[in-house]
């Protein structure tokens, strides 16, 4: 069956840009949570949605960076005034849970590899 | 406050030999802790989770590991390495409850030498 898909794979923006990229979670998955990988690091909790709302946008840097899912499933991460330090894989991940918890196996995505110049 | 150590950056095996990725964790309360593993160009995929259960959880492509509260460690270990092993290898540790507390290990690349 079809996985987690993010799109676009690269992204290449200038510095300033407004970039907004992609998150198909598993079908019927209810929540879905948006990570950034930086070079040589593990993945940073962003936020996590359950539902068409975001449960915890806790791990999100500054008001720069904004998540929507309007119809519960896609979702859209929108960095507005991108810096050179936004750089980084930005990865989704959906599971069918519903305790928000990672006791929650989740299903990660590829990714969306975001550059900054 | 929760907190992940994953004491190598980088661990080379031989083909056969054992693997041995090392992980120390710090929580304040009861956590759960995964091994996660990244292939290159591919998504994460969860290798086994210790949710309190048994102490000794067995995933797959044979890999396993340990919870030792007393250490504070949950080492992944595999008896015989292949090398489609070869990939980078992520501990996570979290609260029972809130994504918030979700927190990864810098990693530990494995390459394996045929």
């Known amino acids: 069956g079809a996985g987690v898909s993010q799109t676009p794979s690269n992204k290449v923006t200038e510095k300033g840009k407004y970039v907004e990229l992609r998150c198909d979670p598993i079908s019927g998955h209810t929540a879905l949570y948006w990570y950034r990988q930086s070079l040589g690091q593990g993945p940073e909790f962003l936020i996590y949605f359950q539902g068409t709302g975001a449960a915890d946008d806790s791990g999100l840097p500054n008001d720069r960076f904004f998540a929507v899912r309007p119809e519960g499933s896609v979702s859209t991460l929108k960095i507005q005034r991108t810096e050179r330090g936004d750089s980084a894989v930005y990865l989704c991940?959906?599971?069918?849970?519903?305790?928000?918890?990672?006791?929650?196996?989740?299903?990660f995505g590829p990714g969306t590899r975001l550059t900054v110049l | 406050a929760q907190s992940v150590t994953q004491l190598d950056s980088h661990v080379s095996v031989s083909e056969g030999t054992p693997v041995l990725l090392r992980c120390n964790y710090s929580s304040s309360y009861s956590p759960s802790l995964f091994w996660y593993v990244q292939h290159p160009n591919k998504g994460l995929q969860l290798l086994l989770k210790y949710t309190s259960a048994a102490t000794l959880v067995k995933g797959i492509n044979g890999f396993e590991a340990e919870f030792k509260k007393s250490e504070t460690s949950f080492h992944l270990t595999k008896p015989s390495a292949h090398m489609s092993d070869a990939a980078e290898y992520f501990c996570v540790v979290s609260g029972r409850s809130s994504a918030s507390k979700i927190i990864f290990g810098s990693g530990t690349r494995l390459s394996i030498r045929p």
């Open positions: 991940a959906s599971s069918s849970r519903t305790s928000g918890s990672l006791s929650d196996t989740q299903y």
